[in-house]
């Protein structure tokens, strides 16, 4: 029998096919719970408020933010890092699914694609509006241009960083949407208005399901998830860099790529820890959507802050060792003891300590505790890029130079609008597309050979 | 010539796959299937193994070399600069522009080559063995809870091979057998 690594089934009871179809597709064709309106109305005015933000920061200049000449990358670089890391979630799940061929993961995978483009479309934009001059960013492109001619800076992080989160982008967008063409064309052939099948026909390419087309759908996917792979270590660690290559006490260190890998994993696993409470709640998935599979994300939430907990550990334990007082006055002066000693607390606190409680089978098996852990863990984590940039520009090698960062209302705005754009587009995706992974989740039901008079099978069971 | 194509339509994979096996001893030309979700049995017995891995690895071949050339012409040949009294040619700086370009590239390349080779393209018409049979009751099946096997393809079957085709699929528990008008 199929099961999570925890142990249990991955579909709760016995279904046919058609009820599999029926009830995933059901999240799609009933008409919105009062909630959907409701987050729908929260989220539409975010996004207002970070438009009226954008449009200030874009109109009026960098001067409204609360950056200054030592904190020259404030709250809109935190936010960056914080929701690329989140976007990791996603493309963890798709590798799981079809490169090690984890079942479990068939009925998290869509959501958390999801959740990944929309991330990752979140933390683009930071990059973007904080260049200031947001129409040169054409000059990012290398082509034979009339400035100079001038290249861009390929040796520069912050080159290879746009690079990566471009191609993060189009990749997880392209593993999202060629994962759903099967269930498009389903949701297609059950159309009930024109319009919605002519949609649905539209984005599912004709697809009918045959058996040529899977084997080279099968290839296409393990490919792109082969390629996703690499990708999933390598973008958080090149955002790292634009960290590590420069010579900042509490940048300039060798743990920060696998510190930030390990931290993208586990801010992205907890998003989808929270996503996914959230939606078994609102949804009848309970059957796809088990106790089993959160079982499982909180195993790796387990994982995830044990490691990251050690990060912390050697970066305060390599500060000290390598003898530069530097490096001592940063870790041990301002960020333990001193002026950020607060926001580098809870950071310890809510990432390397609470989930701790999850190795308790009974807090593993309570939605409430579950659902509070997975968002004190982002919390945390926010506050982990908080503690990484600001601390260090803040009070760097001049104390004549030392400042304090508040952020303004444009900052708070960008960053408020950032959740508007994410859950807008959460709500529309569980609106317009069945949430689990249609046909991946049939290979796991219907009437198996076993199920069916198996004294007169004696073929061989493919 | 009065021959006809037959679509058997079947509710598990297995029983289709029975059938299949069957079909092909005596020889009765299997011309497409069609499932809801990708059904490994059937896919080893009637599938040939996509050659889109190796046109991967030959795009990501390619690309590999083509960036590096481009990185090495910027860097050495256009606009030679030193960066710190490094050579121009410092091929780790190289390394994550190589490793990011090459897989934005293949994967683009081989999506293409996907779209190219199976046809599929947004806004494509339904073409499928159902609605050429115009049989109302079935369409939509094939993307729910139906299994089909189509028979005979363009030539259609002759009649003892329809017969017998006829009598395997029934016997490995086809719920319908549809014939393929011919226009």
Request: aromatic content about 14%.
């Amino acid at each position: 029998m199929d099961t999570t690594s925890a142990g249990a089934p991955l579909i709760e009871g016995k279904m046919s096919y058609r009820q599999v179809t029926d009830t995933l597709s059901g999240t799609v064709e009933r008409k919105p719970a009062k909630w959907w309106y409701a987050g729908m109305t929260l989220s539409t005015l975010a996004v207002l408020f970070g438009l009226w933000a954008m449009y200030t920061t874009v109109t009026v200049g960098l001067g409204t933010w609360g950056l200054n000449n030592s904190t020259a990358w404030g709250w809109d670089i935190i936010n960056f890092v914080w929701w690329i890391g989140i976007g990791h979630a996603g493309t963890a799940f798709t590798i799981f699914l079809i490169v090690f061929r984890a079942k479990w993961a068939a009925a998290i995978n869509r959501t958390a694609e999801a959740m990944t483009v929309f991330a990752v479309m979140c933390a683009g934009l930071f990059p973007l509006i904080h260049l200031g001059r947001l129409w040169l960013v054409f000059f990012i492109a290398p082509y034979p241009n009339t400035r100079g001619p001038l290249w861009v800076g390929y040796n520069s992080p912050l080159f290879w960083d746009v690079l990566a989160i471009t191609t993060y982008l189009l990749l997880s967008v392209t593993l999202w949407y060629f994962g759903m063409i099967p269930d498009l064309a389903t949701m297609r052939d059950r159309a009930k208005t024109k319009l919605s099948r002519t949609i649905y026909g539209f984005f599912s390419m004709g697809w009918i399901g045959s058996v040529r087309n899977w084997m080279r759908y099968e290839a296409l996917t393990k490919i792109l998830a082969g390629l996703a792979a690499p990708l999933v270590v390598s973008v958080h660690t090149i955002v790292s860099l634009n960290f590590a290559v420069s010579v900042i006490p509490g940048w300039h260190t060798t743990i920060l790529p696998p510190y930030f890998f390990v931290g993208a994993i586990f801010s992205g696993f907890a998003m989808v820890l929270t996503i996914m409470i959230l939606i078994r709640k609102a949804f009848p998935l309970t059957s796809f959507i088990t106790m089993g599979h959160l079982n499982s994300i909180s195993r790796v939430l387990i994982f995830g802050s044990m490691v990251i907990g050690l990060a912390y550990a050697t970066e305060l334990f390599i500060a000290w060792y390598s003898g530069v007082e530097y490096e001592m006055f940063t870790f041990f002066k301002s960020r333990a003891t001193g002026r950020y000693a607060t926001t580098f607390w809870i950071m310890v606190v809510c990432n390397a300590i609470i989930p701790q409680l999850l190795w308790f089978r009974k807090i593993r098996h309570s939605i409430g505790w579950l659902l509070a852990i997975s968002i004190i863990i982002n919390i945390g984590m926010w506050y982990e890029r908080y503690v990484i940039l600001i601390s260090s520009l803040a009070q760097d090698f001049l104390p004549s130079s030392w400042v304090t960062f508040t952020p303004t209302i444009v900052d708070i705005g960008i960053y408020v609008g950032t959740f508007g754009i994410f859950f807008t587009g959460m709500l529309l995706f569980i609106r317009a597309i069945p949430m689990i992974a249609i046909f991946e989740v049939k290979d796991l039901a219907g009437e198996k050979r076993e199920d069916h008079k198996p004294d007169e099978d004696k073929t061989e069971k493919t | 010539m009065n021959q006809k194509g037959i679509i058997g339509i079947f509710t598990t994979d297995w029983q289709m796959s029975d059938a299949i096996k069957r079909l092909r001893e005596k020889n009765i030309p299997v011309t497409d299937a069609v499932t809801p979700f990708p059904a490994h049995g059937i896919m080893k017995q009637l599938g040939k193994e996509s050659r889109l891995p190796f046109f991967s690895l030959a795009a990501g071949t390619g690309t590999i070399i083509l960036v590096f050339a481009f990185l090495y012409y910027i860097a050495v040949i256009d606009y030679p600069i030193i960066y710190g009294g490094k050579p121009f040619f410092a091929f780790p700086t190289f390394v994550i522009i190589i490793y990011m370009l090459t897989i934005l590239l293949t994967f683009i390349l081989t999506v293409l080559a996907f779209q190219a080779r199976t046809g599929l393209f947004p806004g494509k018409e339904i073409d499928d063995p159902v609605h050429r049979a115009g049989d109302e009751r079935y369409i939509g099946g094939m993307t729910d809870d139906r299994f089909m096997v189509a028979l005979g393809g363009e030539e259609g079957l002759s009649g003892e091979m329809h017969e017998s085709a006829s009598t395997i699929l029934r016997e490995s528990g086809a719920k319908e057998i549809l014939e393929i008008k011919r226009s």
